[in-house]
């Protein structure tokens, strides 16, 4: 039986000069040349490798993917690739080291690395955020949260879509990208202009039956979530400290005098006017950074302390 011959085609290997990006809120437009080799397939080979342009941020969160068909080089077989794709924007506001990868094997399991191009400059993206400090308490059989501000650093003019608090319990720490947890409650607030805040919000909701405070399970976490084309997508987050029931004896860890600091067991003199000299607090996780603190003093004074 006559077989098809062996067909020329090119395959990429590494990037060639540097890539362009150009981001919006939820698409992101590449543009990157690519160095070309030869090389061969046959037509009948079905499970041929496939290849691909991958945008990753600190080396653990997938934001963008452009798989590459075939590829026309020029005399010095440089091909060029790119196009605007959906962009899983990272939540948060600190700067995102980003880097392309050309990567192959198959959609959904790209298994092998060929060139990697990291950028310079981290890149902090433009979106709705939390600001200053925020405490939770439970009151009254509800859960309340007071938050300094909410502010959107986008351009005069561009309208957020619309915005929701979501608490959650999550199996693991966030980090900006996907998660899994338990939903606890929600409030929606509505659309926020450019270059605009909200200060002092209040919002508070009924604390459920299956999040008791005393025996709390996963991570309690804030999220600010923005109403897109694609649906909700989280925007901004905070680690939160699991609420006291009303009526524990526990001191107030952003109010409280250096002498009743000082009477916590393990709390000496000093280390009450450090716990003062540093406030304020956000959470009660920033006590590890007070100087004179340690593992062992940290375990005991956590169930003694509120914000």
């Not at 809120?25 to 490798?49: K, Y």
């Amino acid at each position: 039986m006559e077989q098809d011959p062996a067909l020329p085609h090119w395959r990429p290997t590494r990037f060639a000069g540097e890539p362009q990006l150009r981001f919006e809120t939820d698409s992101v437009e590449l543009r990157a040349w690519l160095d070309c080799q030869p090389g061969s397939i046959n037509r009948n080979d079905t499970g041929s490798r496939g290849m691909a342009l991958q945008l990753w941020a600190d080396e653990s969160l997938l934001l963008a993917e452009w798989p590459l068909g075939a590829l026309l080089p020029d005399s010095r077989r440089l091909a060029s690739v790119g196009g605007r794709v959906a962009l899983a924007q990272p939540a948060g506001q600190a700067g995102r080291r980003l880097a392309l990868r050309l990567v192959s094997g198959q959609q959904g399991a790209w298994d092998r690395l060929h060139d990697c191009k990291r950028l310079l400059r981290p890149y902090r993206f433009l979106q709705p955020g939390l600001t200053g400090a925020l405490q939770v308490s439970i009151d009254a059989g509800r859960l309340e949260l007071a938050i300094d501000g909410i502010v959107n650093p986008r351009p005069a003019g561009e309208l957020s879509g619309t915005l929701a608090l979501e608490l959650w319990a999550l199996q693991l720490p966030y980090d900006g990208g996907s998660f899994q947890g338990q939903p606890l409650g929600s409030v929606t607030l509505g659309c926020l202009g450019g270059q605009q805040q909200w200060s002092d919000l209040r919002p508070s909701w009924h604390w459920p039956a299956a999040a008791p405070a005393a025996k709390p399970k996963g991570q309690l976490t804030l999220m600010l979530r923005e109403w897109t084309p694609a649906a909700y997508v989280t925007r901004d987050w905070r680690a939160l400290d699991w609420p006291r029931q009303p009526g524990s004896q526990s001191l107030s860890l952003n109010h409280a005098t250096t002498a009743r600091l000082r009477s916590l067991p393990g709390v000496s003199d000093k280390l009450a006017r450090q716990l003062v000299a540093s406030r304020p607090y956000h959470s009660l996780e920033q006590l590890r950074r007070v100087r004179g603190m340690d593992e062992r003093l940290y375990a005991r004074l956590r169930d003694r302390l509120v914000l």
